[in-house]
Each structure stands twice: as C-alpha cells, then as structure tokens.
C-alpha cells in the first residue's frame, strides 16, 4: 500500500511542477503556490484509494469552424473516418462518469474542440460537469468565431464562479473572422467568467512533423515536449496528448501500442492502471514526434 502511496505522490508532484513552471494556466490560479497541495492529495488517496488529476482536456468534437495550418492537436487534418462528431449528452455522460470512477479530484477539467460551441448539447454537458464535486474547476475554450447561445449563456452564469470561457483572440490575423467585441459584451452583461488569450504575445509554433517509423533519439526531446503533461481525454481514451490522439484515429501505418493509451472503459481499468500510465515517461507514441521548434502564423489558415 505504501509503495503505491509513494507513486501516487510521485505523479502528482511531477504534474504540479510541470504546470507550476508555467507550461500551463494552473499557475495562474495560484494552487501550486501551496507545497502542501500535493501532500494533501497525496493524503486523500490513503483514504480515497483514488488518484487525483492536476488538469485534463476533454475532446468534445474534432470539427471546427477554422482550418490552422498549424493547429497542434492536427484537427484540420482528421480523416472522415477519424473524426469526432460533436458528443451528445448521453454520450459524454458516460465518458465522464467512466473518467471519474478512477479519479478523486480534477483540479483543471478543460474541454477541448475542435469548436465546442459547434456541440448541440453543451448547455447540458457543462451543468452536468459543473455539478461533480470532484471537478475543482471547468475552463471552455473557444476561437470566438460563434456567438454563443442564450441557452449556453445561461448555464455559464450560473456556473461563474467554477466555468471559466478560454477565448482565443485571433484579431491579428485580418483573415479569421472573430467576434471577440461580441462575445465579451454579452459575457460582461451577464456576469460570465472569462479570459481573452491575446495572440499578440503569442507565439505560434508549427506542428510536429508525425515520422510512422520510430525514432530512438525523440526520447529525449519527448520528455521535454511543452504537450507532454497535456493530458487528453478522447471517445474514452486518455493520450499523453492531442497528437497521440491524432495518431491513434488517423494514422493506420503506426501500431498504438495499449499502454500508450488509457482505456478508461476496459474491463482490466483500475486506478493502479491510470497511476502507471502517468508515471510512464517512455511512451513509444511519442517516438513518432520530430519535435522541433519552429516560429509560425498566429491561425494561419490552410488554403481550399
């Protein structure tokens, strides 16, 4: 039991510190600040027999109202077969339910798209994550190119004080049509919280180059990868991020091996399970990235 306490801690720390050094926007809320955060998770598994997750992106759906030259998740080139049509309630229900049966807490639970306002059902998806004492916190993404609903305004309202909207501010780019003015008048209105990411102090990189063939030397560097601890939910699955998911859907010359992914629905799941596949820094999914770093255009779109 100690030995397991010991990894559990091991995970938990690894991911505060990843996100404290500012890899993330759990920094910004000021949990990592505390030493005592992790300890005190560290605690709740003795009692709980259940891990905690600092953050997690829950994919709703991989279509989306624009087509990024250099989207890092790969969504603009998601085959027909491999797409993710937008979740219904009952669908993502189930996902969620399965996700929180191996876990205690979520600090940051982020959807991700993508579009999610494109989702039918979200309205009801996030008043039914925002009532889960196990979620600390709901952010929702958006490209601000699609005004959100009344329906969807009223839940956010409701929520303030746990949903936060994660609108990405594409006005630098003359091409992509945003409605960032929009958007936030009608949030400032109704008492939704918010945060507008200006691209302008952002700095676009252009998407990993996916190799089907495995290289030994991407170890190293995938270790370091920015994407390593952005922790992807997807149809079931948890990747060590978006690009495996990409892999896994979309890539048939490349074997996903099982304990590169988390099935959160197969019938040997447990927590012991969830705990080993955070621990694993050797993830051959991740041999298949070259990463290197190279500057890009903010939303950039790819031409017809």
């Given at each position: 039991?100690?030995?397991?306490?010991?990894k559990v801690?091991?995970?938990?720390?690894?991911?505060?510190?990843?996100?404290?050094?500012g890899?993330g926007?759990?920094?910004?809320?000021?949990?990592?600040?505390?030493?005592?955060?992790?300890r005190?998770l560290?605690?709740?598994?003795?009692?709980?027999?259940?891990i905690?997750?600092?953050?997690?992106?829950?994919?709703?759906?991989?279509?989306?109202?624009?087509?990024?030259?250099?989207?890092?998740c790969?969504i603009?080139?998601?085959?027909?077969?491999?797409?993710?049509?937008?979740?219904?309630?009952?669908?993502?229900?189930?996902?969620?339910?399965?996700?929180?049966?191996?876990?205690?807490?979520?600090?940051?639970?982020?959807?991700?798209?993508?579009?999610?306002?494109?989702?039918?059902?979200?309205?009801k998806?996030?008043?039914?994550?925002?009532?889960?004492k196990?979620i600390?916190?709901?952010?929702?993404?958006?490209?601000?190119?699609?005004?959100?609903?009344?329906?969807?305004?009223?839940?956010?309202?409701?929520?303030?004080?746990?949903?936060?909207?994660?609108?990405?501010?594409?006005?630098?780019?003359k091409?992509?049509?945003?409605?960032?003015?929009?958007?936030?008048?009608?949030?400032?209105?109704?008492?939704v919280?918010?945060?507008?990411?200006?691209a302008?102090?952002?700095?676009?990189?252009?998407?990993?180059?996916?190799?089907?063939?495995?290289?030994?030397e991407?170890?190293?560097?995938?270790?370091?990868?920015y994407?390593?601890?952005?922790?992807?939910?997807?149809?079931?699955?948890?990747?060590?991020?978006?690009?495996?998911?990409?892999?896994?859907?979309?890539?048939?010359e490349?074997?996903?091996?099982?304990?590169?992914?988390?099935?959160?629905?197969?019938?040997?799941?447990?927590?012991?399970?969830?705990?080993?596949?955070?621990?694993?820094?050797?993830?051959?999914?991740?041999?298949?990235?070259?990463?290197?770093?190279?500057?890009?255009?903010?939303?950039?779109?790819?031409?017809?």
């Open positions: 039991m100690f030995e397991d306490i010991k801690r091991k995970v938990i720390k690894k991911h505060f510190k990843y996100w404290a050094n890899n926007t759990i920094y910004k809320t000021g949990w990592y600040s505390n030493k005592n955060w992790y005190y560290t605690l709740r598994y003795f009692f709980k027999r259940k905690s997750i600092i953050s997690i992106q829950h994919m709703l759906t991989t279509l989306c109202t624009l087509k990024c030259k250099e989207c890092c790969f603009p080139y998601y085959k027909k077969e491999g797409q993710l049509l937008p979740l219904t309630f009952e669908k993502y229900k189930k996902q969620l339910d399965e996700l929180l049966k191996y876990t205690d807490k979520i600090l940051i639970y982020a959807y991700m798209g993508g579009e999610c306002f494109l989702v039918k059902d979200l309205p998806i996030i008043e039914y994550a925002a009532k889960q196990q600390r916190l709901i952010h929702l993404p958006t490209n601000a190119t699609i005004i959100p609903s009344e329906e969807l305004v009223d839940v956010l309202k409701k929520y303030n004080k746990k949903v936060k909207v994660m609108i990405s501010d594409y006005r630098i780019n091409n992509v049509k945003v409605y960032i003015d929009e958007i936030t008048n009608i949030f400032n209105s109704n008492n919280s918010y945060e507008v990411a200006n302008k102090g952002l700095v676009w990189a252009k998407k990993y180059k996916i190799n089907t063939e495995i290289k030994e991407s170890l190293e560097n995938a270790k370091n990868c994407m390593r601890r952005c922790i992807h939910y997807s149809d079931g699955k948890i990747y060590p991020c978006g690009v495996g998911a990409y892999i896994d859907r979309n890539i048939d490349i074997d996903v091996k099982e304990k590169d992914i988390c099935n959160v629905f197969d019938k040997n799941m447990s927590n012991k399970k969830l705990c080993d596949f955070f621990l694993n820094d050797d993830l051959e999914i991740c041999r298949h990235c070259d990463i290197t770093y190279y500057p890009a255009e903010v939303a950039q779109q790819i031409e017809a």
